[in-house]
């Protein structure tokens, strides 16, 4: 069994920031994918950030510049480090691991419960 728990989200003006953390547990063989996801009201679930194994990091336009994605292999942790935050950034954050468990499994994508973050103006 995989678990992926997010931490760090909350309220916050604009203008500040806040860092996100996801910490996996359990039978991990390789992740190829570690990334962000976030989902606002009445909108479909996108991608914010995400870092590949060979650690090729992809942002999403809206949050390029603002925020950094970076992985501690030895704790196992995702982060997100959220820097000037505006009222759109307001949402849902996941997290999420493209992976297998073991060699004999095939990839499969794992998601954490998510982590309400909410700006205010």
């Known amino acids: 069994q995989v678990r992926l728990v997010e931490s760090g989200g909350g309220l916050v003006q604009a203008g500040g920031s806040l860092r996100l953390s996801c910490a996996a547990s359990g039978t991990i063989f390789t992740i190829n994918t570690r990334g962000w996801y976030r989902q606002a009201p009445g909108k479909q679930r996108e991608l914010v950030a995400s870092i590949r194994s060979d650690d090729i990091i992809n942002y999403a336009d809206s949050v390029r510049g603002r925020f950094t994605i970076s992985r501690d292999n030895a704790k196992g942790t995702l982060y997100l480090e959220m820097n000037s935050l505006k009222p759109e950034d307001t949402a849902v954050y996941y997290c999420?691991?493209?992976?297998?468990?073991?060699?004999?499994?095939?990839?499969?994508?794992?998601w954490g419960q998510g982590t309400q973050v909410t700006v205010s103006s």
């Open positions: 999420n691991f493209f992976m297998q468990r073991s060699f004999r499994e095939e990839r499969l994508s794992y």
